[in-house]
């Protein structure tokens, strides 16, 4: 099984340069360190998440601008809204494989997992998915081992 920790995407400047540029979204500075902080951390972070990382480099840096930034580029498709927990939105990049989620009901963490080809089969004839959200939730190998 893939696991965030063992896999890193590594996405350049130029690359998410590209991506805002692509999607006609202004790459301020402070947009740029939003998308880096999902892209390259693969932590899965929450708006609040992101903010208070984003504000420990740039002091000057509002809760809008942060809010703002993640909302247009959900809509372009960069990033992809997850909603693990009801009540909080996670953000993850969404040009990467197809992939579901574990959360980890001790620590809390999310990991990447696979995805099997060919679940659109299990949508009834008639029916065009657009997307695909599969969530599990358990305790982490670590977590399992602490237990
Ligand atoms: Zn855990
Ligand atoms: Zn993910």
Redesign the pocket.
């Known amino acids: 099984m893939l696991n965030s920790e063992m896999r890193k995407i590594m996405v350049s400047e130029s690359q998410m340069l590209e991506m805002l540029r692509q999607s006609e979204i202004r790459p301020s500075i402070h947009r740029l360190a939003v998308l880096d902080y999902v892209a390259n951390r693969q932590t899965h972070p929450t708006a609040e998440e992101v903010y208070k990382a984003i504000l420990a480099d740039f002091p000057n840096v509002s809760k809008t601008t942060v809010y703002n930034s993640l909302h247009a580029m959900a809509e372009a498709h960069i990033l992809r809204e997850l909603e693990i927990e009801s009540g909080s939105t996670r953000y993850d990049l969404a040009l990467q494989a197809p992939h579901s989620h574990f959360r980890?009901t001790?620590?809390?963490?999310i990991f990447d997992m696979n995805l099997p080809s060919g679940l659109d089969n299990m949508v009834s004839p008639g029916f065009k998915v657009e997307a695909t959200d599969l969530f599990f939730a358990g305790?982490?190998p670590?977590?399992a081992k602490n237990n």
């Open positions: 980890c001790s620590c809390g963490r305790l982490c670590r977590c």
